[in-house]
């Protein structure tokens, strides 16, 4: 097992942080914007749904961007260089209150994904205080997309 303290280990938990903090900001914006806009015959239930989750994605932002400081990563300075970190597709238009469930489904999914990556980087490199922030962060994805899968009961599940 690698050294956490070590150069490349570090580079290669931060590198799996940086991405994970770029997609924890596009989601919580996309959520946000989500939480404001809903509309349709369950917009009190999901605007409920979407401010529980922007609210937490807000706060999940500070403990992952401080862990890459304490690894002796650097984070963005701008809101244009931290959504720039991610990668989760961009929500294009206004899209109607299914497939605003929809894209937050598929948000949080990817953002489980990116926390078992993370977790696995850390756990390789000795890092277990990296390993368990992302521990919770893949329990609050998975939790979101269960509820999130809820909402979309009568479609079929997404790979």
Known sequence: MADHSTHEARAEVTAALAIMLGDTFRLYAKTHGFHGNVTGLHRQSLRRMF????????????PIAERIRALGGSTPRSL????????LAKTEG??????????????????????????????????????????DRLASHENAAWMLRAQLVDEPPSA
Do not use: K
């Open 51 to 62: 401010d529980g989750q922007y609210r937490e994605l807000r706060a999940a932002i500070d």
């Open 80 to 87: 244009a260089a931290l959504a720039a970190l991610g990668e």
């Open 94 to 135: 206004m899209p109607i209150d299914r497939e605003m469930t929809r894209a937050a489904f598929n948000g949080h999914l990817t953002l489980a994904r990116r926390a078992r990556v993370a977790r696995e980087a850390a756990e390789s490199a000795g890092d277990p205080m990296t390993a368990d922030l992302m521990t």
